[in-house]
């Protein structure tokens, strides 16, 4: 199976201009290395200009969507018209904003649920904010518990959408305090990461959820450390913020996927 390497550029770049060149850019590395699917999440703003930069070559992906389809929510974009524009994936409960805009597990489960039954693959971001108590059993044991209580909060009725739709989803463990800009920028283990994708991936594959979703790792990823987790069992990607807008890394990101052995989507 391919890897799955999704850039969460945030909030940015700047300008529109910025915004093709680096797309182009990517594009054209992208074309070399077919053995990656690369998923490009631009600003709203830019979603079309990068749609048709990469449509050949990449996805491109939306940073959040809102749960009503249309009506008086003055700033918000529905998941129906992020799929008319073209766009595949939208990365959901991303940390940041559950933390600076105060978006809750309710919101974000109507937000999975909405973005799901209009047919985007949803990247929905779990992680613990800290680095939980002292000694490695101790920690894991607290890590698993806070991210299964999120899951079970943002994945509320899911378990009613018809296979088809609940397959589009994909888990994104992000422990908050691994991530760069947000967190201590400390980057998680391999091990650790790779052991929280088995538990999330035992934990959906049973009821009710009965399903087999790709797990990501995001959390500091960059061009140095990116082959260790990609070589991890239950690893199917990688969520990468900050090294996603710095052109030559990002490249070299994806030149390191595509040769990456393909073990990930590790069976329970
Ligand atoms: P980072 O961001 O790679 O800069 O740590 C990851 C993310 O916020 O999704």
Request: proline share 4%.
């Amino acid at each position: 199976m391919k890897k799955l390497i999704i850039a969460n550029w945030k909030v940015n770049p700047s300008t529109y201009r910025e915004a093709e060149r680096l797309a182009l850019e990517v594009s054209r590395f992208a074309k070399k290395n077919k053995r990656a699917e690369i998923v490009l999440c631009p600003p709203f703003v830019y979603v079309s200009s990068v749609k048709s930069h990469v449509s050949r070559t990449a996805k491109v992906g939306a940073q959040d969507c809102f749960w009503e389809s249309k009506g008086p929510f003055t700033g918000e974009v529905s998941p129906a018209m992020l799929k008319n524009s073209g766009v595949d994936y939208v990365i959901l409960g991303h940390s940041e904003r559950r933390r600076w805009l105060g978006e809750t597990d309710e919101m974000v489960n109507k937000k999975v649920l909405a973005a799901l039954k209009a047919g985007l693959k949803v990247i929905l971001c779990v992680g613990e904010p800290q680095r939980m108590a002292k000694g490695k059993e101790q920690r894991a044991r607290g890590a698993k518990t806070y991210v299964r209580r999120q899951l079970e909060k943002n994945l509320r009725s899911v378990d009613n959408l018809p296979l088809a739709l609940r397959s589009l989803l994909t888990i994104a463990y992000e422990p908050v305090w691994a991530i760069s800009t947000s967190g201590t920028g400390k980057i998680d283990t391999p091990e650790d990461a790779a052991e929280m994708a088995r538990f999330i991936k035992n934990l959906l594959v049973a009821k009710p959820y009965t399903l087999n979703p790709r797990i990501l790792y995001g959390g500091s990823v960059n061009a140095r450390d990116i082959k260790s987790y990609l070589d991890m069992e239950y690893i199917d990607g990688v969520l990468v913020g900050g090294a996603s807008i710095k052109a030559e890394e990002f490249k070299k990101i994806v030149e390191i996927a595509n040769k990456s052995n393909q073990h990930g989507n590790g069976t329970i």
